[in-house]
């Protein structure tokens, strides 16, 4: 039988839900960027997901970054096709909330956007990021190319070592190619620009990562 307890662990096959054929459907445009949510994207533009606790917080600071076209979220990293938040909040999908990061890396590169992942949360909690508990929460950068995976790799070795000399624990973080990437239902893309005041438990550890340069957000 599931329980409680069991949202610290993925799911067994047994106990994945089986989710729906129909995509749920999300707005046109970026409610801040006015940039499609959906391909297609300007030519040269690449993707990436990262996965940091509440993606509310995590699609926020993204979006405010110079370089980034636009942002979506939604649940990956899990089995259950188009999941409902209620069901990945669940624990019987397997994903991981994710935010999707459309960028122009002439502007902002991949090891810039890796720097800001690795400083906005803390990639050693597990199952979890600050007070929100359960698979969903989980640390994850999935890659779009073999450039992407290699470079993720590689920061969170150089991360994990700059973490340990800071007297942290050893990394969690999920790092995959990207696998189906499905969107969140409507109110959650751009929540924190629709409700200025809601919950943002995003939070770093507060050590820098030594990959990228510093990026410049919009204001």
Same mark, same amino acid.
């Given at each position: 039988?599931?329980?409680?307890?069991?949202?610290?662990?993925?799911?067994?096959?047994?106990?994945?839900?089986?989710? !729906?054929?129909?995509?749920?459907?999300?707005?046109?445009?970026?409610?801040?960027?006015? *940039?499609?949510?959906?391909?297609?994207?300007?030519? &040269?533009? $690449?993707?990436?997901?990262? &996965?940091? &606790?509440? /993606?509310?917080?995590?699609? !926020?600071? /993204?979006?405010?970054?110079?370089?980034?076209?636009?942002?979506?979220?939604?649940?990956?990293?899990?089995?259950?096709?188009?999941?409902? @938040?209620?069901?990945?909040?669940?624990? #019987?999908?397997?994903? %991981?909330?994710?935010? #999707?990061?459309? /960028?122009?890396?002439?502007?902002?590169?991949?090891?810039?956007?890796? #720097?800001? /992942?690795? $400083?906005?949360?803390?990639?050693?909690?597990?199952?979890?990021?600050?007070?929100?508990?359960?698979?969903?929460?989980?640390?994850?950068?999935?890659? %779009?190319?073999?450039?992407?995976?290699?470079?993720?790799?590689?920061?969170?070795?150089?991360?994990?070592? *700059?973490?340990?000399?800071?007297? !942290?624990?050893?990394? %969690?973080?999920?790092?995959?190619?990207?696998?189906?990437?499905?969107?969140?239902?409507?109110?959650?893309?751009? @929540?924190?620009?629709?409700?200025?005041?809601? @919950?943002?438990?995003?939070? &770093? %550890?507060?050590?820098?990562?030594?990959?990228? *340069?510093?990026?410049?957000? !919009?204001?």
């Amino acid at each position: 039988m599931w329980s409680a307890r069991k949202k610290l662990d993925l799911p067994s096959a047994a106990d994945v839900l089986p989710g !729906r054929p129909a995509r749920i459907a999300v707005p046109a445009k970026h409610a801040v960027l006015d *940039a499609p949510l959906d391909p297609p994207y300007p030519a &040269g533009a $690449e993707v990436a997901y990262f &996965g940091m &606790g509440c /993606f509310w917080g995590a699609e !926020r600071i /993204f979006w405010r970054l110079d370089g980034v076209i636009s942002t979506s979220v939604g649940y990956q990293g899990g089995s259950t096709p188009n999941p409902t @938040y209620e069901e990945v909040c669940s624990g #019987r999908t397997g994903h %991981t909330e994710a935010v #999707r990061v459309v /960028f122009d890396p002439k502007k902002v590169s991949y090891a810039d956007l890796l #720097r800001v /992942f690795w $400083e906005s949360h803390d990639p050693t909690q597990g199952m979890g990021q600050g007070n929100d508990i359960g698979t969903q929460y989980r640390s994850a950068a999935y890659t %779009t190319s073999d450039e992407q995976l290699t470079a993720a790799k590689a920061s969170r070795e150089v991360y994990g070592e *700059a973490l340990k000399k800071a007297g !942290r624990g050893a990394v %969690t973080t999920e790092i995959l190619a990207a696998g189906e990437f499905y969107p969140a239902e409507e109110y959650h893309q751009q @929540y924190l620009h629709k409700v200025p005041n809601g @919950y943002c438990g995003i939070g &770093g %550890t507060g050590v820098s990562c030594p990959v990228g *340069a510093g990026v410049t957000a !919009r204001s």
